[in-house]
Structures are given as structure tokens and as C-alpha cells.
């Protein structure tokens, strides 16, 4: 898996849209970018994933840059439910040996 | 559907004991994973397997044994418990494929805590 950065923590008021930056400047060309979340004592939760084209569901948006090297996750109109560790993931998301989980990043929505 | 349960939910062992965590997918996924997490960590990859009667060691193996009896069913079995293995267990799933990148969308259970004094 490529290896990540992401700051440890950010906040963000109730409302407002959140903006989770993630760097991967060694992502290589065949690797996706994965975000995970994880609420409090609870399990990972998928998000979102992209490749080089910008994505959005249900949850959430992801904004790839050019050249791959950095990535945003984009949580429109945060609630306090959003509250959890953020997780970027790079992985060519086809091998069996699961997912390399970081640290990730705190993500604290004030009300 | 229920997804991934895991059981049990919290369990608190003394230096030696031995047991089993339970993790059952009804989703008819082929990949099972057990992870750790410890205090202000991420999740390290304990074992897996890739479909009934195979596993395979993860990042930190040592101290568990793993089965796949059943399709369905993954245990994680600690022959003697330390200290050092008290943690937060998950365990997921996922199928072979599913779409383009899809194969990294993991299915989480909701976790055992797991204290040996």
C-alpha cells in the first residue's frame, strides 16, 4: 500500500462543509485512494474511493489532484455524527491481504 | 441481513487462559480478516483468509491461531492470553470482486474488547 499523510486532527462547526487533506506522492499508477472512517468504539466504515477522477456519493466527495499526489475528502454539511478518525488509504484494491490502517485524522465538528 | 457479528462483545481474561473470538459474515463474502487496535493506533492485520479451509498470517501473528471451518465463519483463538494482547479486535469481510476498486470495500464487525490482567 502507498504510504499516507494526514494531519491528526482538525475541527469543523456543525453546518459547515469539511475538508480532510491526505498526501500520497508515492501512489502509483494501478493504486486507488480508499477513505475510511471510524466513529468511536465502533468498526471502519467504508467511504469512498477513488483513482484519478473525482467521486461522489452519498457520504461524501473526493477531490484527486493531477497528479495524484494528494487527495480531499469533502463532507458537504458536517453533524456532530460526523465526529470520528478519518482514513486515506492507498491500495491497488485488488489484493487479499487487506488494508494498511494508520492513525488517520481526529475530525471534531463543533456545534 | 446482519452484515459482520462479532462475539463476544467484551471478555476479560486472566494471564494464561485461553479462548475464542467468533466473527460471522451472511453476506457470502470469500475474505475474512481479523485486525488489532490498540490505544491511539491504527488497525494491524492479525491473519486472513481467502475463502474456506485457508488462512494466512498478517502483520502481527504471533500469540493467535485462526480458522475457516465454514464459509461464513472466521475464529481467532488465543492459545494463552498476555497482558500485551489486550486490545480492540475487528474482524471484516469482503468478496472477491465487486468493481473497479471495489475489492478494498471491507466490511467491518463492531468489535470485541478484549482486557488480560
Known amino acids: 500500500d502507498a504510504k499516507t499523510t494526514q494531519p491528526p486532527s482538525m475541527d469543523c462547526a456543525e453546518g459547515r462543509a469539511a475538508n480532510l487533506p491526505c498526501n500520497h506522492s508515492t501512489i502509483s499508477g494501478n493504486e486507488y485512494v480508499y477513505w475510511y472512517r471510524q466513529i468511536h468504539s465502533q468498526g471502519p466504515q467504508y467511504i469512498i474511493h477513488?483513482?484519478?477522477n473525482n467521486e461522489t456519493n452519498e457520504m461524501a466527495s473526493l477531490i484527486i489532484t493531477e497528479d495524484r499526489k494528494s487527495s480531499t475528502l469533502i463532507l458537504p454539511h458536517a453533524t456532530l455524527r460526523d465526529t470520528a478518525v478519518y482514513y486515506c488509504i492507498g491500495s491497488s484494491g485488488g489484493g487479499a491481504d487487506g488494508l494498511t490502517f494508520g492513525k488517520g485524522t481526529h475530525l471534531i465538528i463543533q456545534p | 441481513n446482519a452484515g459482520v457479528t462479532q462475539t463476544p462483545k467484551f471478555r476479560v481474561l486472566k494471564t494464561g487462559q485461553s479462548m475464542t473470538l467468533l466473527c460471522a459474515q451472511d453476506m457470502n463474502h470469500e475474505y475474512m480478516y481479523w485486525y488489532r487496535q490498540d490505544p491511539g493506533m491504527g488497525l494491524r492485520l492479525i491473519h486472513y483468509s481467502v475463502g474456506e479451509g485457508t488462512t494466512a498470517k498478517g502483520e502481527v501473528p504471533d500469540g493467535y491461531n485462526v480458522s475457516r471451518l465454514k464459509k461464513q465463519n472466521f475464529l481467532l483463538g488465543l492459545e494463552s492470553a498476555a497482558p500485551s494482547q489486550t486490545s480492540v479486535y475487528f474482524c471484516?469481510?469482503?468478496?472477491?470482486?465487486?468493481?473497479?476498486?471495489?475489492?478494498?470495500?471491507?466490511?467491518f464487525g463492531s468489535g470485541t474488547q478484549l482486557s488480560v490482567l
Open positions: 471484516a469481510s469482503r468478496p472477491i470482486y465487486s468493481g473497479p476498486g471495489y475489492g478494498e470495500k471491507l466490511f
Open positions: 477513488g483513482l484519478k
